[in-house]
């Protein structure tokens, strides 16, 4: 659809777009976009088209919601029927501000109404009768919205109006950014600093009592003297860096992590430097794929160091598995998501030249920093545990079920999905409900809380782990952290049941499949969180004893 062309403060009164006849077809299309919601979004000098409404809560105040909406469902009064009615007219509100040193103007607000409207024609249907110079009075006096059904004349209208405002160009993106209530960040934040200081609390008594005690008496004890029989974490110094089952698996993965932490970490940053702007349409989603391009120096690095030290050997296939792992099972259930949404038509389906040229940069810049980082990982010096490692391996004691792997990865997920659930909230509303988030500093104080959270509560579980004489931690750490993707998976569920209303399969199935994308980065990157907490803590406690 196609509107004429309207120049700076001259208002237009009703306008006539186009007429159209709809064939057995297309109510039910546009019936399905009403019970999906779909919403209509334009552009203006950089600034989408939104919707005035009010803030939840009571609250007199309004904002911004993107685009709006096809139609709506309503019934006539007295009737039991739903009906299916179109917005046909559309009002628009330019928001203007006037310098007055050189009496030019400046777009700051792009605003509209939609109205459904049965416009009628003259007796030969030459001329549309309900359409002329008084816009206000067409809306205030039809009483009869237009319908979806077979056979019907659906006539689309516009008009143009502008009004002057005190708010200066440079700052005409914050009535559209200000969407969200304060209140419910700070109570996020405060959520999270609760968590935080206390399982700060708890590490912090760990050790500084238990820790340093047991160290203490440790290095005290005479090598002779065999009455004293170590017991508890002290007794696996010598299973402790035993490698794991699949130690490359994990090599690849904490690799893998590492490469999306810094692609979050340097989003987050340039976002808080105002890098990214709202007004550059697509920044965001250009700098996160840039960026996570460019770590595959360091997720090459890091993973071969780990390997090494794992005294893995075969470095090339460590190397390739790290560049392919994780983004090929993502990009495959990308691939075939897009392709769903080719098959239906779908403007927001990514273009194969889009999709080509994002493999063709994978594979041309992601790729190579993996095998450079990588050679440069193995070039280094493996690194030397700070115990030695026994050649039988010790028999772990039975432990209680509250020490069982599968219950204590389940719990330890819990905290770090709780100091992000509310931004979480956000910022899924912001994607699934058309609405803006741009309050970058809420949100990186949130990543900030989630690493400590992470950190902490690997860091206590691990430490119950070993006090049970079990040495099995390397996976443990990154599973225990990664967990708390299943809640923010199980999360999004409950999401789309209690604030969706999507029908139709196709789209039901894109939200489970981009959900699980995000959760599926979402464990890499907690896992890979917990685990390098978790090596540094054993590394630390077990370089601290004195043993021959």
């Known amino acids: ?63 911004y919601q993107h685009g709006f909406r096809v139609g709506f ?65 067409i809306i205030r006096g039809s009483t009869i919205p237009q319908i979806v059904d077979t056979h019907t004349d659906v006539v689309y209208t516009y008009d143009v109006t502008f009004k002057e405002s005190d708010i200066e ?20 934040i405060k959520n999270s600093l609760i968590v935080v200081l206390f399982l700060s609390g708890m590490l912090a008594m760990i050790i500084m009592r238990t820790l340093h005690k047991d160290i203490s008496n440790f290095n005290q004890l005479d090598p002779q003297d065999e009455s004293e029989e170590e017991t508890g974490w002290k007794v696996v110094h010598g299973d402790v860096f035993r490698p794991p089952v699949n130690s490359r698996l994990l090599s690849v993965y904490v690799g893998a992590g590492v490469q999306i932490f810094g692609m979050t970490l340097t989003t987050l940053i340039f ?59 993502s990009f495959a259930i990308f691939f075939v998501l897009d392709a769903l949404m080719w098959r239906q038509g779908s403007s927001g389906a990514v273009p194969f030249g889009t ?43 039975k432990q209680p079920w509250y020490l069982k792997p599968i219950f204590l990865m389940l719990v330890g997920g819990i905290l770090p999905f709780w100091v992000i659930f509310i931004e979480f909230f956000f910022v899924l509303t912001s994607i699934w409900l058309n609405q803006f988030y741009y309050i970058v500093g809420y949100l990186f104080i949130a990543f ?66 981009y959900m699980l994308i995000a959760s599926y980065a979402f464990f890499v990157l907690t896992g890979t969180i917990g685990f390098y907490a978790c090596l540094w803590f054993v590394w630390e406690i077990y370089s601290s004893l004195k043993i021959d």
């Open 355 to 397: 999709m080509f040229v994002l493999v063709c940069l994978w594979l041309g810049i992601s790729v190579p920093l993996v095998f450079v980082g990588s050679y440069l990982g193995f070039k280094k010096p493996v690194i030397e545990d700070p115990v030695k490692t026994n050649k039988i391996p010790r028999q772990v004691p």
């Open 73 to 137: 469902k309503g019934r006539y009064a007295g009737s039991k029927d739903e009906l299916y009615f179109l917005n046909n007219h559309l009002s628009f509100r330019v928001i203007y501000h006037k310098n007055p040193d050189n009496n030019s103007a400046r777009i700051v607000g792009f605003e509209v109404t939609p109205h459904s409207i049965k416009h009628e024609f003259t007796e030969w249907g030459s001329q549309i009768t309900t359409c002329n110079n008084d816009t206000k009075n």
């Open 271 to 329: 976002a808080l430097l105002g890098f990214l702007s709202p007004s550059n349409r697509g920044g965001l989603m250009t700098a996160m794929v840039l960026s996570w391009f460019f770590m595959g120096l360091i997720a090459g690095f890091s993973s071969a160091r780990l390997y090494k030290a794992l005294k893995g050997t075969e470095w090339k296939e460590n190397t390739y598995k790290t560049s392919f792992m994780f983004p090929g099972i």
């Open 169 to 188: 160009w440079a700052s005409r993106w914050d009535a559209y950014l200000l969407m969200n209530d304060d209140q419910l960040h700070w109570f996020s």
């Open 448 to 513: 900030v809380m989630l690493i400590i959270t992470c950190m902490e509560i690997t860091i206590i579980l691990c430490y119950f782990h070993l006090r049970g004489e079990d040495y099995n931690w390397w996976w443990r750490a990154y599973l225990t952290a990664g967990s708390s993707a299943l809640y923010l998976f199980l999360y999004s569920v409950f999401y789309f049941f209690i604030k969706l209303d999507i029908t139709k399969f196709v789209s039901c199935l894109l939200y489970f499949g």
């Open 1 to 63: 659809m196609e509107i004429a062309d309207f120049h700076m403060q001259e208002e237009l009164p009703c306008q006539v777009v186009c007429r159209i006849v709809l064939d057995a077809k297309s109510p039910k299309s546009f019936k399905d976009m009403i019970d999906d919601e779909y919403r209509v979004n334009m552009i203006l000098d950089n600034l989408p088209v939104a919707v005035l409404r009010r803030r939840l809560y009571g609250s007199q105040s309004t904002v």
